[in-house]
DNA sequence: GGAGGGTAGATGATCCGTCATTGATTCCGC
DNA sequence: GCGGAATCAATGACGGATCATCTACCCTCC
């Protein structure tokens, strides 16, 4: 190839990341479904709607919360609506928009998946890194998110 | 909730590894299908090839070389094959086996998308880390990696 | 009050990834 | 050799993510 591919440390440091990027999601994914029934993109939406008052929000605010493209959500929203976890609901100050309320089945769901998820975020990940590997990790990783969103280093 | 949530600096470490960890790929998927046709998958799997010897690989040695799911990998091919970047070919020498090889389309493909992708990566991560800081992460994801795969540290 | 632009959300198509299963072959011990 | 275990790979079903498109509604300005 032609151009400048990256150095040896880049290489093996992108490689590395890229290693855990598919490794992670993965085990996390699979320690949720296997102990809770719950997948991670489930787990994440029920942990705002039981955050919120009331257990209610309006589609867009579980979008800006968890960075998550409108479609995905709808998507999302449909299959946990068919599993019951969730209800949607007629917003009547905006005749446009939506309400999806925690059904009782969903607040279930999430109160017992947490506790184990947590645990293994814990286990995988801040376990294995001293307070300055993380704080070094988090500081890596907020500057590549700047430079996705455009803003100033 | 009851149990032992994460720490605030643990909190704020993971949700900026979540917000990275969605949108770095999003950003270079978008970018090589836009730049070249080619979703990140395909790339990664175009790689593989056009670095092997004769540009052909048994489908395990790919899982491997990827950390990815055999089955993850077939589907994978099937697709690439309809789209014309590989072509699968009998394996003589272990009749339950076979071949992946590179097709012109597919050296074609690849060639033309590597500079703008790896363009991409040290833009999006490289530049923005210092010499250390690239250290840091790489440390960082190792020791993750190495609680996924049960080594020792 | 009507037209136009922007916002909220749903939907279909397509690709991606995992799990469970199956088919075929090779390897190994007896 | 032969029978069972392990290996290589494909497939179907399902959930996940993105893109493009569509509908419906709000809001503003004339």
Redesign the interface.
């Known amino acids: ?6 150095t040896a ?2 290489q ?3 490689r ?2 890229l ?7 993965a ?1 996390l994914n699979r320690q949720l479904s296997q102990d809770s029934g719950l997948t991670l993109p489930e787990y994440e939406v029920l942990v705002q709607l039981s955050e919120a008052p009331g257990q209610v929000l309006r589609p867009f605010q579980i979008c800006e919360a968890l ?1 998550w493209e409108q479609s995905r959500l709808s998507h999302q929203l449909t299959r946990m609506q068919r599993r019951g976890l969730v209800a949607r609901q007629e917003c009547e100050a905006d005749g446009r928009g939506a309400f999806v309320v925690l059904t009782a089945a969903g607040a279930d769901a999430i ?1 017992s998946a ?2 184990g998820h ?2 293994a ?9 001293s307070e300055d ?17 455009g803003l100033p ?1």
Chains 1, 2 share one sequence.
């Open positions: 190839m032609s151009g400048d591919w990256l440390d880049e093996r440091a992108w590395t990341y290693r855990m990027s598919s490794l992670l999601p085990a960075n109160g947490a506790p947590v645990a975020v814990r286990r995988l990940m801040f376990d294995r890194l590997e993380r704080a070094a990790f988090e500081q890596a990783c907020a500057a590549i998110v700047a430079a996705l969103t280093r």
